[in-house]
């Protein structure tokens, strides 16, 4: 009979205003009650197919009747919404990070300091655990979720709401009596089950699998598409509330609270604590059973219990004086070492990778586990069919910690490191000085040159996102695109039609508005400033912050190409190594053709002037903490453009500390020992006599 009820429901085709409104809001209830009995009470009252069927009439409805569908409505969370730009929000409340141990004696110092700045008062304390996902706050004003927001750097972060609301364990719209405005804070997660099922369907279709759930998760919420982020699956792990009028005195009191209004909690997950015994307990019964867990987690999160003296036990620099991390150590298993492969970056690195016999570790199966470089595997005297021990370093990474020596097979030989390189055959080189080997046929080697491409137009180089690794490849296979050049002379007519199947049968093809949006995305390109476009060149050793000050400091192409050794050594935190490496890239005379055809091209090789004033000629600066007024990089390009200089540590040549909220403690202590003097962002403007502000 429910089964009749629900088809013809999801069939019906017109209806009058009143009755349709009448009817998207009984739907709207209706899904929100069975989605909070599964989410929160793991409760199935209907079939996943009745439950389509309802949530299929609700779409269609505010399809037919847009202006009745409810803000808070169920269908938000199949996505839908496509976000070019994730904006910035400023924190109502910091989002501080915990201080870590992972000591039990360091618990007890915790508790000892606690008590002591409360004397005799009575407390308790919550054990909760640390969740390893990606921090969230969740803002609700008269029962509905208005925005989302990641931690950030602490003071600000994106806003992610589309992609939060299709998380269907956030109550979109809340129960029962709750707060007028507040917030929510909490952990998004890729459940064990779901991430595993999604990195086999990346795998199926020819893509790269994620490294661990965190990462899957972190990646899903900066996804522009809210479509793509509702197959993925995530939860929502609870962990606090903020707020001027909130329930209870206690935080397990709150929590308690909260679950009473649609939150996801799991109460059996928490614990008052009275003692150090208690809290001992239970960090040892969660790491035994951590691994029953449907989630990952990375250690056990304590809290003063007492709201009221949260503010009292006041704050670090840092971290809050309330609560402590303790850090689970990282787990380790015993396998065997099937063999070794070797992986070629895109400056030539050569580095050992290991295939391990398949083993359980950390919620995931281990398959592989780097090996660093060659004098790592003499140190260690890893040798093939070794048994060895794997940990996750810091919960994430796999590597080989030791070996089994007493096991080892009696015809185990000691490793042998290649020679050549393992995709065009050159002979490895190893400067002195260096750790690895890497393949010196930069302009020959494919992995290298397709390496750089890659490097080339990615986000935080020269930001063409039309060009992904699979188009890349496809131009690169089909002769179009050898360097990074042979990119801006591309035409829209040489794109159109071109086709490629990888090595999984997946095809990619390219079609007319594909190629428009390559053209454009090239065109856009050439506006990319300079520190920029250098550090897209790729150069060995020259990261972000070293092609900033490198464009800073020599201000257009020519002359850094002309720059000697000693000079290119003068540059603040360029070394003697990077020095060579630099001076060696300008010295050929294929890179040389590189930049004149880059030039050609239109892209940007000289400093863009922008300077307003000389004010701060001569003074240089320090910049440190959180700021109202600017982010750290604006203050810095701030400084800049009034003609100061800007420092990256504290020494006898710095003039000023400009000292935000949270104030690195040791910059602080070297101030005062150096007799540096600290001012604030508001006396730094005053400095600057600048009105624009």
Not at 458 to 474: F, P, Y
Not at 568 to 589: C, W
Not at 634 to 662: F, R
Request: proline share 3%; with cysteine.
């Amino acid at each position: 009979m429910l089964y009749r009820t629900l088809l013809c429901n999801a069939i019906l085709i017109s209806m009058d205003n009143t009755t349709a409104q009448k009817r998207i809001q009984e739907l709207s209830q209706l899904i929100d009650n069975y989605n909070y009995e599964y989410y929160v009470n793991d409760t199935s009252i209907i079939t996943d197919y009745e439950f389509d069927l309802l949530m299929a009439e609700l779409m269609q409805l505010e399809k037919e009747y847009p202006e009745y569908a409810l803000p808070s409505s169920p269908t938000k969370r199949v996505g839908g919404e496509v976000n070019k730009t994730f904006k910035q929000v400023k924190h109502k409340y910091p989002m501080l990070s915990l201080g870590n141990t992972y000591s039990i004696e360091e618990i007890v110092e915790f508790d000892n300091r606690v008590r002591k700045l409360l004397g005799d008062r009575p407390l308790s304390y919550t054990c909760e655990l640390k969740y390893d996902g990606v921090a969230v706050g969740l803002s609700y004003e008269d029962g509905v979720l208005v925005q989302a927001v990641t931690r950030g750097n602490g003071a600000e972060g994106d806003d992610i709401t589309d992609n939060i609301r299709t998380i269907r364990s956030i109550p979109l719209k809340l129960r029962g009596h709750y707060p007028a405005v507040f917030e929510v804070r909490g952990e998004v997660v890729f459940p064990w089950k779901d991430f595993d099922d999604f990195n086999e369907y990346r795998a199926n279709n020819g893509e790269e699998p994620f490294a661990n759930p965190r990462n899957a998760a972190s990646g899903s919420l900066k996804l522009q598409d809210s479509k793509e982020v509702a197959k993925r699956k995530l939860d929502f792990c609870f962990y606090s509330l903020m707020g001027e009028d909130l329930p209870s005195t206690t935080h397990y009191g709150r929590l308690t609270e909260a679950k009473d209004w649609g939150f996801k909690i799991e109460k059996d997950l928490v614990k008052e604590c009275c003692s150090i015994d208690e809290i001992q307990d239970y960090i040892a019964y969660w790491d035994k059973h951590r691994s029953e867990l449907p989630y990952a987690i990375d250690g056990i999160v304590i809290k003063v219990n007492e709201v009221e003296l949260w503010d009292e036990l006041g704050m670090t620099a840092k971290s809050p004086r309330w609560a402590i991390a303790y850090k689970f150590k990282a787990e380790r298993v015993a396998t065997r070492l099937v063999s070794v492969n070797f992986q070629v970056g895109r400056t030539g690195i050569v580095t050992p990778v290991a295939n391990l016999e398949p083993v359980w570790l950390g919620g995931t199966t281990v398959r592989r586990a780097t090996l660093n470089n060659a004098d790592f595997i003499e140190k260690m005297d890893i040798r093939i069919n070794d048994i060895v021990f794997v940990e996750k370093g810091g919960e994430i990474i796999p590597k080989i910690v030791g070996v089994d020596v007493d096991n080892r097979p009696v015809d185990a030989l000691p490793f042998t490191y290649i020679a050549h390189c393992p995709v065009c055959g050159s002979a490895l080189v190893r400067n002195e000085g260096e750790a690895g080997y890497y393949c010196p046929n930069e302009d020959g080697c494919p992995t290298q040159l397709i390496g750089k491409l890659e490097h080339f137009v990615s986000r935080k180089a020269m930001n063409i996102d039309t060009i992904g690794s699979e188009r890349l490849a496809m131009l690169f296979e089909k002769g179009l695109v050898k360097t990074v050049a042979d990119l801006y002379d591309l035409k829209r007519e040489q794109l159109i039609g071109l086709e490629s199947v990888s090595e999984n049968k997946k095809r990619t093809s390219i079609q007319e508005k594909g190629a428009d949006n390559i053209i454009a995305a090239l065109e856009l390109s050439k506006q990319v400033p300079f520190e920029r476009v250098l550090y897209a060149l790729g150069i060995r050793f020259v990261g972000e912050v070293g092609a900033k000050k490198l464009v800073r400091y020599f201000k257009n192409i020519d002359t850094l190409a002309q720059a000697n050794i000693m000079e290119l050594a003068m540059v603040e935190d360029v070394g003697e190594k990077t020095a060579i490496s630099i001076f060696d890239f300008f010295n050929n005379t294929k890179h040389l053709e590189l930049v004149v055809r880059l030039k050609k091209a239109g892209l940007q090789f000289k400093v863009q002037e922008t300077k307003v004033s000389n004010v701060l000629e001569g003074l240089s600066f320090v910049v440190s903490g959180v700021f109202s007024k600017f982010s750290r990089e604006q203050l810095k390009q701030h400084i800049e453009q009034h003609g100061g200089k800007v420092l990256s540590s504290v020494s006898s040549k710095t003039s000023y500390i400009v000292a935000g909220d949270k104030m690195g403690p040791e910059k602080l202590k070297k101030a005062e020992k150096l007799n540096v003097k600290v001012i604030d962002e508001d006396t730094y403007l005053e400095m600057c006599k600048d009105d624009s502000l």
